[in-house]
């Protein structure tokens, strides 16, 4: 029986124009879990992250539980997703930025503080977008996805721009958000990372899932995630070449 607080993808079909962009895509997201979406550039990951929060269309179903995210009235009180930067007002400050998010979405200001404290920028809340770094950015970028405390969070590259002592402490803070009992998806291109955090893993490929399932049941006898990842997309390149 699916957890009504898992993610759930299923049968996405996608073309644009005669290239096949997803292929019967499914797979679940666990609550309770951390499950890494990998897959080369131009697999099919961001299309389908797309498709699940409401952004690009296909055939099939991608809900959280039983709904899609654009039925939510105040999605950010039910999913948390961190994509492609800050996407605010460079002269604004850090703190008028989370709160112009949070009142568009009638979540308390005492929030604010409580989001940059968790993920450590308590100190940066004077600050103008503009000035923060990279780093600072994906972290800005998670104290938005955590502002309506939600069931899901939905992560794009989470650790890019992150130096050592960031990355050290996304392990703590994702394990973390796991244990409360979130659902947590993310994509990464950095394995070693993935093999850390990860729970679970679904591989794409050519817009297909390849492999899915429990870290150690994927990884099989291989030593690391690197490893099967690369054994399994490189043998999907040289068959896809003996096939054309």
Avoid at 56 to 72: C, E, L, M, N, P
Avoid at 155 to 177: A, C, H, S, V, Y
Wanted: with cysteine; glycine share 10%.
């Amino acid at each position: 029986m699916t957890n009504k607080n898992n993610i759930i993808i299923s049968q996405l079909c996608k073309r644009h124009g005669k290239k096949d962009i997803l292929k019967d895509v499914s797979f679940e997201a666990k609550q309770g879990r951390i499950t890494a979406f990998l897959g080369p550039n131009g697999a099919g990951k961001s299309s389908t992250l797309r498709i699940l929060l409401g952004l690009d269309r296909s055939t099939g179903t991608a809900t959280f539980g039983s709904r899609k995210y654009v039925t939510f009235d105040t999605p950010l009180k039910v999913v948390g997703a961190a994509f492609d930067g800050i996407g605010g007002n460079v002269s604004r400050k850090v703190k008028t930025h989370l709160k112009i998010i949070a009142q568009s979405s009638g979540i308390p200001f005492s929030r604010v503080s409580e989001v940059l404290k968790i993920v450590g920028l308590s100190d940066k809340g004077k600050a103008r977008l503009g000035t923060l770094s990279l780093g600072e950015g994906q972290r800005l970028g998670l104290a938005v996805a955590l502002l309506g405390d939600p069931q899901y969070l939905v992560l794009d590259e989470p650790t890019n721009g992150l130096d050592p002592t960031g990355i050290r402490w996304f392990r703590k803070f994702i394990r973390q958000q796991r244990d409360m009992g979130k659902t947590v998806l993310l994509s990464s291109h950095i394995l070693s990372e993935v093999e850390a955090v990860a729970d679970d893993v679904v591989i794409i490929n050519h817009g297909k899932i390849i492999a899915q399932g429990e870290l150690h049941d994927v990884m099989k006898n291989l030593e690391s995630l690197e490893e099967v990842f690369f054994s399994l997309t490189e043998e999907g390149e040289s068959i896809n070449e003996n096939l054309s």
